[in-house]
């Protein structure tokens, strides 16, 4: 019930706070309330019916940044 | 990011820690979707002796307590009502069986993906009660909020929910000040911290000494948290790193926690193998109480003896390994669950068992 999965969104209406993602070939309705900024092709994390949080293509980069740091750190 | 610079840093990052180790070391993955992203990567294969992975109470399904079960149950049994709740909570056994099995005997109970779904239940079906299961920390807690809020806009008045949500960082604090084992570092919920971000998890560094890694669920990303918490381990130097940053803010999802604290307020939880911890529940603020289905039935939680000899109290709180439950494996398995923590897909003994995770298990004969 806590894993959150990447996904696209292939369809949304602000309004209504609702979205629908791709999920591996099929279509599911989520809410995006607790992300307004989520759009058309946004990759979202999706929890229990919710997207949680947006991800970005630079923020995918921030994990080898991170990475680096700490292997430079024990070096 | 690509598969290639995932195996790159997950073998740069063995490889120091085995530079590194020099002294006996345990850590706690709090969370029970690491507990099983650990078990699948086979991540404790390649780790140096020194370093000792425990899980912790983050298993939603396995930290409910028996009272609850039963009483959720008697709504069911006694009261007629349509209980919708997440899959996982189908084949935890309360004392008087599951509610799959209750399930078989004709009862109204349906699975569901997500709360939503619940409310249009209730909406379709306006001469039923519809009763949500609200079970699950910090990230599943919002969606239960949003469910609630939806409800009292559109009016629906046979939708309620059985309350169980419970808030990670009290349970954290009950466990390093309570006298179970001495933990040196803390792999920290990556999704949990998606929604409540890096400060509430402040005083475990603070107060306790203690340092902690949020981290992401890919192999890489794990061995990054345990590589940074030897690290500070071995400098003395605690602090709690977000060493999640493509998915956690520091400040983590203000939207959520403002809906959170809109629609709950801290209350005492009971979690099984802790116990009550003060302030550790989301209870229904004034406004939403009438949504409150322990209320609106007078649900009483009766106190159930623990019995069936099984040990996930104390595998709750890294006291022991699964394989030291006299009943694992053997007894107890993922097809016939005695304990929650063998029924949840995030449970420690059903990552155990599924991933073979411990010599242990060869030498008892699993079947
Ligand atoms: S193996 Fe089964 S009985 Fe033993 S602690 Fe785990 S869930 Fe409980």
Redesign the pocket.
């Known amino acids: 019930m806590c894993l959150a999965v990447p996904a696209k969104i292939v369809a949304i209406d602000k309004d209504s706070f609702s979205a629908e993602i791709d999920v591996m070939g099929n279509t599911r309705t989520i809410s995006v309330m607790l992300t307004p900024d989520a759009d058309l092709g946004s990759w979202v994390l999706v929890h229990a019916g919710q997207a949680i949080n947006v991800v970005s293509d630079e923020e995918a980069q921030a994990s080898i940044e991170i990475w680096e740091e700490i292997l430079r750190e024990q070096g | 990011m690509n598969r290639d610079d995932d195996k790159k840093y997950f073998h740069l990052m063995v490889e120091r820690l085995r530079e590194i180790s020099k002294r006996p070391i345990k850590l706690m993955e709090v969370c029970g979707t690491h507990t099983m992203a650990i078990g699948k990567s086979g991540i404790r294969t390649v780790l140096p002796v020194e370093i000792e992975l425990v899980s912790g109470p983050g298993c939603p399904v396995c930290v409910t307590a028996d009272s609850d079960i039963d009483a959720f149950m008697g709504l069911a049994r006694d009261h007629r009502v349509t209980l919708v709740t997440y899959g996982d909570m189908m084949r935890v056994p309360g004392s008087a069986g599951s509610l799959a099995e209750l399930k078989a005997e004709g009862a109204d109970i349906r699975v569901a993906y997500s709360s939503l779904e619940a409310l249009a239940f209730a909406r379709s079906e306006p001469h039923k009660e519809i009763v949500f299961l609200g079970v699950g920390f910090e990230t599943t807690a919002p969606a239960t909020a949003h469910a609630v809020k939806s409800a009292v806009a559109e009016g629906l008045q046979n939708f309620s929910v059985y309350n169980l949500h419970k808030t990670v960082p009290l349970a954290i604090r009950a466990l390093l000040a309570g006298d179970g084992v001495q933990i040196d570092g803390l792999i920290l919920p990556g999704h949990v911290s998606v929604i409540i971000g890096e400060a509430p998890y402040a005083f475990i560094a603070d107060e306790f000494g203690v340092s902690g890694a949020i981290a992401g669920f890919e192999p890489p990303e794990i061995m990054a948290a345990i590589v940074r918490l030897a690290g500070d381990i071995n400098a003395g130097a605690p602090r709690i790193s977000n060493i999640y940053p493509k998915a956690v803010k520091p400040e983590g999802n203000v939207v959520a926690q403002g809906l959170l604290d809109e629609v709950f307020a801290p209350g005492d939880a009971e979690w099984r193998g802790l116990g009550v911890i003060p302030g550790s529940g989301l209870d229904f603020r004034e406004a939403f109480t009438s949504f409150d289905a322990a209320k609106r039935f007078a649900v009483e939680r009766r106190e159930v003896r623990l019995h ?5 109290g104390e ?1 709750l709180k890294g006291m022991i390994k ?1 394989s030291d ?1 006299p ?2 494996g053997s007894l ?1 398995t993922p097809e016939r ?6 029924v949840s897909s995030e449970g420690t ?1 059903a990552a155990y068992f599924l991933y073979n995770d411990d010599a242990n298990i060869v030498e008892r004969g699993r079947p």
């Open positions: 069936r000899g099984c040990s996930c595998i699964p439950c009943l694992f107890c669950p005695i304990g929650p923590c063998m003994c």
